[in-house]
């Protein structure tokens, strides 16, 4: 998709007519114009210079977005920046000076008596001179609505503008008759119809009206500038400088410079300036601002580091991997600008309204002017009911409706790392009735643990994990890899074999002292020594648990077992859980077979497991799950690309691969399954937001039109131009302040009940929030969690010593004093236990 910037549009008939324009334009497939950032997205294969041209015909101004400039994240806030406020407080201050003058000389003097100048004392034209010098003085202030109103009509596309100009101008111009009128009238004597013709003046509705649209403007754009507050957020962390390491000399260059493969150097304290990878040092580092993950994450050697974090502690030598538009923060920026660029489908029918909206108030208008007339009303009160109905009227609140809706929910998900990449798809998510897991790296960890040590009767779990260790230092398998992590976890360095052999879909052997060491399946081990049935019951149960039993022996005398697991995320029972509260169904997709994974399966809590499942067969599985509903697909690898395409929202965790995050609609940059019913929370707020701005917008205009038409004069109600102004510029005003309250929406809510049974004595909730007194840092958090996390029916737990909180999801019950005595025994308080 190719962005424009777009310069001239006012209100949605505006964005429409440029929509309208662009789509006539040979190759272009797709056009969506955003009134909220000025923005053009455009598909297709016509030459930017065609559809350039094509805008300014239609009478405005376009440019590719970044030609000519560079397309820096500086660049980008600077194009977001409110250029329009500082420029509407100074027409506003100056529009208020005049016409308090003019009042004065109005309503002040007329109505209420207030003093003139003697030299005024029945002289009613030079009152009038006057009215009409400082009314024309606000007219010339605020000419940008006539020369946009009027340019428009021109071209036979009114916009609101054109509704203000038309307003003011008619009240103007009638008034500027009234007064050679009573020139007339004074020549001749006739002082009573000078006194008529002296409530004839609409001066002061003409300049107030366009006072009153200006503070509606001032209002919405100052509104409209906190709706692109995330993404302005975003570019400020954008690093402006990077030290560059040189002939072993640290420079200090613009991170602009920074080429692939440079080496950069950051210091306690500094920004990471672009993604890269770390080569000397460790350190811990502040993801929030791109994942909204609040506690650091150590860094290594080996391990990538993105622009815009934080560096905390220690001091880190990195290689640049991704520079300039090609980061990880740049990317987000794209994304959420992506969002704001294109519209909804719900944002068709507005568009479609806002389209013929103002050629029909103009009609209206001019109809209800002529039938005030018929029916024998004065000139002055047809003209002011005309103008009541032109400047109450506002297309503005219908176009604006969607747009900062959806500007608003994009950011929200943003700042708390789950990225819409558009705005159909932040549409969508709200409409699933169906969510399809993958198995391996989004319901588990992805990474093989092991989970249990079973020595034999003899055997201690230290002498079981050296022959284990000893075995697999040399294997490749990924389940040997498990067993070494667990070895090095606890400081344990193996032992050097010789001859070493390693039989694929069996096991391993090998020499260590003259001793022969044996390691591998069940199946195995029982063909090498003697298995009793006790551990093969063992075995049994921990392959129906979906785990891996590896067997161990030593000259033909069997150790013991270790088994190992993908172990499931702390995270996916709950998430899961609050889904199907949610009332989606959720069905788990793998290629694992059918015992692993409906063990998988009950540990998630999903409503249904799909196993067996090859990458072709996940996308003909989300083919099927379509007839029940609207599908998501959630998942991470290269062979769940087909099926993120297919479904009608892809999720993809963020730290998976990079064909399935392009190939999904939606970006969870924490990796956490827990994001995806926040996604989904965060569309249908944002769809309910979007349908309140309309109920409104079109509420509005259905009883604001023929309030000022005059269609309710017979029950007493009638109403002034100068009100109807006011009117709508609150309007717009209302809609955009609406959707700021998106802002407070709760993305995470209240967990899922437990389904199991509790027993005497305790209590049973998937969840609980201990108040916890007296932790100070993280090294306090990681104390608790660790305590809480050693009970057996504790799953995990998220720790703040900041907000004072440990929440805890469970397994199974738990004794309230239990949990209590975990953490009073690391000397914290426990004042409460909140279910």
């Given at each position: 998709?190719?962005?424009?910037?777009?310069?001239?549009?006012?209100?949605?008939a505006?964005s429409?007519?440029?929509?309208?324009?662009?789509c006539k334009?040979?190759g272009?497939?797709?056009?969506?114009?955003?009134?909220?950032?000025?923005?053009?997205g455009?598909?297709?294969?016509a030459?930017p210079?065609t559809?350039?041209?094509a805008?300014q015909?239609a009478g405005?101004?376009?440019?590719v977005?970044?030609a000519?400039q560079?397309?820096?994240p500086?660049?980008?806030e600077e194009?977001l920046a409110d250029h329009e406020t500082?420029?509407l407080?100074?027409?506003?201050?100056?529009s208020v000076?005049?016409l308090?003058a003019?009042?004065y000389?109005?309503?002040?003097?007329?109505?209420w008596?207030?003093?003139?100048?003697r030299?005024f004392?029945?002289?009613?034209v030079?009152?009038?001179?006057?009215q009409l010098l400082?009314?024309?003085?606000?007219?010339v202030i605020n000419?940008r609505?006539?020369?946009?109103g009027?340019?428009s009509?021109?071209?036979?596309?009114p916009?609101?503008?054109?509704?203000v100009?038309?307003?003011?101008t008619?009240a103007?111009?009638?008034?500027?008759a009234?007064?050679?009128l009573?020139t007339?009238?004074q020549?001749?004597?006739?002082m009573d119809?000078?006194?008529?013709?002296?409530?004839?003046f609409?001066f002061e509705s003409?300049a107030?009206i366009?006072?009153?649209?200006?503070v509606?403007?001032l209002?919405?754009?100052r509104s409209k500038?906190?709706?692109?507050d995330a993404?302005k957020?975003?570019?400020?962390?954008?690093p402006k400088?990077?030290?560059?390491?040189r002939?072993?000399?640290e420079v200090t260059?613009?991170?602009?410079?920074?080429k692939?493969?440079d080496?950069?150097?950051?210091?306690?304290?500094e920004s990471i300036p672009?993604d890269?990878?770390?080569e000397?040092?460790?350190s811990?580092v502040?993801?929030?601002?791109?994942t909204g993950?609040?506690?650091?994450a150590d860094?290594?050697?080996?391990d990538?580091?993105?622009?815009?974090?934080?560096?905390?502690?220690?001091?880190l030598?990195c290689?640049?991997l991704?520079v300039?538009?090609?980061?990880t923060?740049?990317?987000i920026?794209q994304?959420?600008?992506?969002?704001?660029a294109t519209k909804a489908?719900i944002a068709?029918?507005?568009?479609k309204?806002?389209g013929?909206f103002?050629?029909?108030v103009?009609?209206?208008?001019?109809i209800?002017t002529a039938v005030?007339l018929?029916?024998g009303q004065?000139f002055?009160?047809a003209?002011a009911r005309g103008?009541s109905?032109?400047v109450i009227?506002?297309?503005?609140?219908l176009?604006?409706?969607?747009?900062v809706?959806?500007?608003v929910g994009?950011?929200l998900?943003?700042?708390?790392g789950?990225?819409?990449?558009?705005?159909?798809?932040?549409?969508?998510a709200?409409?699933?009735?169906?969510v399809a897991?993958?198995?391996?790296g989004t319901?588990?960890s992805?990474?093989?643990q092991v989970?249990?040590?079973?020595?034999?009767?003899g055997v201690?779990?230290e002498a079981?994990m050296?022959?284990a260790?000893?075995?697999?230092?040399?294997s490749?398998h990924p389940?040997?890899?498990a067993?070494l992590?667990k070895g090095?976890?606890e400081?344990r360095t193996p032992?050097?074999t010789e001859?070493f052999?390693?039989l694929?879909g069996?096991?391993?052997?090998?020499?260590?002292?003259?001793?022969?060491?044996?390691?591998g399946?069940?199946r195995?081990?029982?063909?090498q020594?003697?298995?009793?049935?006790q551990?093969?019951?063992?075995?049994?149960?921990?392959?129906?648990?979906?785990?891996?039993p590896?067997?161990?022996?030593r000259?033909?005398?069997?150790?013991?077992m270790?088994?190992v697991?993908d172990?499931?995320?702390?995270d996916s029972?709950?998430?899961?859980?609050q889904?199907r509260?949610m009332?989606?169904?959720v069905v788990?997709?793998t290629g694992?077979?059918?015992?692993?994974?409906?063990?998988?399966g009950a540990?998630?809590?999903?409503?249904e497991?799909?196993?067996?499942v090859?990458?072709?067969g996940k996308e003909e599985?989300?083919?099927?799950?379509?007839?029940?509903?609207p599908?998501?697909?959630v998942g991470?690898g290269v062979n769940?690309?087909?099926a993120?395409?297919?479904?009608?929202?892809?999720?993809?965790?963020g730290a998976g691969?990079?064909?399935?995050i392009d190939?999904?609609?939606v970006v969870l940059m924490?990796s956490t399954?827990a994001d995806?019913p926040?996604?989904?929370r965060?569309?249908?707020?944002?769809?309910?937001?979007i349908r309140?701005n309309?109920?409104?917008?079109?509420?509005?205009?259905v009883?604001?039109?023929?309030?000022?038409?005059?269609?309710?004069v017979?029950?007493g109600?009638t109403?002034?131009?100068?009100?109807?102004?006011?009117?709508?510029?609150l309007?717009?005003f209302?809609?955009?302040?609406n959707?700021?309250?998106?802002n407070f929406c709760?993305?995470?809510?209240?967990e899922?009940?437990a389904?199991?049974?509790a027993r005497?004595?305790?209590k049973?909730?998937?969840t609980?929030?201990?108040r916890i007194k007296g932790?100070?840092c993280?090294?306090?958090?990681?104390r608790?969690?660790t305590?809480?996390?050693?009970?057996?029916?504790?799953?995990s737990?998220?720790?703040?010593?900041?907000?004072g909180t440990a929440?805890?999801?469970?397994?199974?019950?738990?004794?309230?004093?239990a949990v209590?005595?975990?953490?009073?025994?690391?000397?914290?308080q426990v004042?409460?236990?909140?279910?």
């Open positions: 998709m190719e962005q424009y910037n777009v310069t001239g549009m006012s209100c949605a505006c429409a007519r440029v929509e309208k324009a662009v334009v040979p272009v497939t797709a056009c969506s114009v955003s009134l909220l950032t000025n923005s053009m455009v598909e297709g294969t030459a210079e559809i350039v041209a805008v015909a405005y101004g376009a440019s977005k970044g000519g560079s397309a820096s500086a660049a980008r194009a500082p420029r407080k100074r027409r506003l201050a100056s000076v005049f308090l003019l009042m000389f109005s309503m002040g003097h007329m109505m008596g207030w003093p003139l100048p030299w004392d029945g002289n009613h030079a009152m009038g001179l006057v400082l009314a024309g003085i606000i007219l000419q609505f006539f020369i946009s009027y340019q009509l021109w071209r036979r596309a916009n609101m503008d054109t509704l100009a038309l307003g003011s008619a103007f111009v009638w008034s500027v009234a007064l050679f009573m007339d009238a020549l001749h004597g006739n119809r000078v006194m008529e013709l002296m409530d004839e609409y003409a107030m366009l006072t009153l649209i200006t509606g403007k209002l919405e754009a500038g906190k709706t692109t993404l957020g975003l570019m400020r962390l954008a400088t990077a030290v560059l390491l002939a072993g000399q260059v613009p991170v602009e410079q920074v692939a493969g080496l950069f150097v950051v210091k306690p304290g672009v890269g990878v770390v000397e040092g460790a811990a502040n993801e929030s601002a791109l993950e609040s506690i650091p860094k290594a050697p080996g990538q580091v993105s622009a815009a974090t934080i560096n905390q502690s220690g001091y030598r290689r640049a991704r300039g538009e090609d980061t923060l740049s990317q920026i994304m959420v600008g992506n969002a704001a489908p068709k029918l507005a568009d309204v806002a013929v103002v050629p029909t103009i009609t209206i208008a001019v209800t005030w018929f029916l004065s002055s009160f003209l103008i109905v032109l009227s506002c297309p503005c609140a176009g604006l409706a969607t747009p809706a959806i500007m994009s950011g998900g943003a700042r708390n789950i990225l819409f990449k558009t705005a159909v798809s932040l549409e969508q709200g409409k699933i009735k169906v897991l993958d198995k391996t319901i588990t992805g990474q093989p989970t249990d040590l079973l020595p034999a009767p201690t779990e079981l050296d022959v260790l000893a075995l697999e230092a040399r490749e389940l040997a890899r067993i992590e090095r976890a400081g032992a050097e001859d052999t390693a694929p069996n096991g391993l052997t090998a020499k260590l002292g003259g001793q022969t060491l044996v390691g399946s069940l195995f081990l029982s063909e020594t003697t298995v009793s049935d551990t093969r019951q063992q075995a049994d149960t921990l392959a129906q648990a979906g785990k891996t590896l067997l161990f022996a000259d033909g005398a069997l150790l013991g270790i088994a697991a172990t499931i995320k702390p029972p709950r998430a899961v859980a889904l509260e009332g989606i169904q788990m997709l694992d077979n059918e015992r692993t994974a409906q063990a998988i540990q998630a809590g999903v409503d497991v799909i196993a067996g090859l990458p072709g599985t989300i083919r099927k799950l379509q007839q029940r509903g599908v998501a697909m991470d769940d690309a087909p993120l395409t297919r479904a009608d929202v892809g999720i993809a965790i691969a990079d064909v399935a190939a999904a609609d924490k399954l995806v926040a996604a989904i965060l569309s249908r707020s944002t769809l309910r937001n309140e309309l109920f409104w917008a079109f509420l509005y205009n009883i604001g039109i023929p309030l000022a038409a005059g269609v309710f017979p029950l109600l109403l002034n131009p100068m009100f109807g102004a006011a009117a709508m510029s309007s717009s209302c809609v955009v302040s959707a700021l309250r998106l709760r993305l995470y809510g209240r899922a009940p389904q199991q049974p005497d004595g305790e049973d909730d998937r609980c929030t201990l932790m100070m993280e090294h306090c958090e990681n608790v969690r305590a809480l996390e050693a009970l057996p029916q504790i799953t737990a998220q720790v703040s010593h900041k907000a929440v805890i999801t469970l397994n199974a019950p738990v004794d309230d004093q209590k005595r975990a953490v009073e025994d690391q000397g914290y004042k409460n236990v909140k279910r």
